[in-house]
């Protein structure tokens, strides 16, 4: 199994709602990572795992909540977001920290 | 300040021709550079990467080269197809360290048509 699955592939949501989206790897890598991407920009990197740990937090607000369960999961968990958070959410994972990353096919994400 | 710049912004070419993308870095220190491809809507796909001793990779139809002097690396696509439409994206990573380290260029958006 090569590659990076998530979950949904599409999310509507109101600034009141709690959603969560979700990654799943299953190619033994210990890094995993979640960016933002808007239109026609290179994604940007929001949160890094290394080891089911939390290794950084690139100043995200805190509507923004990041879980790993195991290291094969990694959830990004939504709560009173904005309109200008909509966007494509990516995960990716690789071996280690400087290796190639592997992205998944994105979440596309609209905040009402 | 460490930065990825590519060339050109766009690219539109006929399908069957050759085209060349540009990134020049000045990112330091430097430890690889790689080149992904990404489809509209869709994840990065990784097509090549290259440390600072490797001068050129070869993916199928995606050359890519790197001097480390002169920091640039160009991606070459040989013979185009419609499929080839995407957004190409150099990445440059700075040290062995996971995350911040990248550092994205904005991408060249490259149109094939028939």
């Known amino acids: 199994d090569t590659e990076v699955t998530q979950t949904p592939k599409h999310l509507v949501m109101g600034m009141t709602n709690k959603k969560s989206l979700k990654c799943e790897q299953h190619m033994g890598h210990r890094a995993m990572y979640w960016y933002k991407q808007k239109a026609k920009k290179p994604p940007e990197l929001m949160f890094v795992y290394s080891y089911e740990k939390l290794s950084i937090n690139e100043s995200v607000p805190s509507r923004f909540s990041p879980e790993c369960p195991n290291s094969s999961l990694l959830n990004l968990h939504l709560h009173a977001l904005q309109p200008e958070d909509s966007a494509l959410y990516l995960c990716?994972?690789?071996?280690?920290?400087?290796?190639?990353?592997?992205f998944g096919p994105g979440t596309r994400l609209l905040v009402l | 300040k460490n930065q990825v710049e590519q060339s050109p912004q766009s690219l539109i070419i006929l399908e069957g021709k050759n085209c060349t993308l540009q990134c020049n870095y000045t990112v330091s220190p430097f430890s690889n550079l790689r080149w992904y491809k990404q489809d509209t809507g869709r994840g990065p796909v990784s097509l090549t990467i290259?440390?600072?001793?490797?001068n050129t990779k070869s993916n199928g139809r995606y050359t890519a080269t790197l001097d480390a002097d002169t920091k640039q690396s160009s991606l070459h696509i040989t013979a185009s197809q419609l499929s080839d439409s995407a957004s190409y994206i150099c990445v440059v990573s700075g040290a062995e360290q996971a995350g911040t380290a990248l550092i994205f260029g904005k991408g060249t958006t490259l149109s094939v048509s028939s």
């Open positions: 990716a994972s690789s071996q280690l920290s400087a290796e190639t990353q592997y």
């Open positions: 290259m440390t600072f001793s490797e």
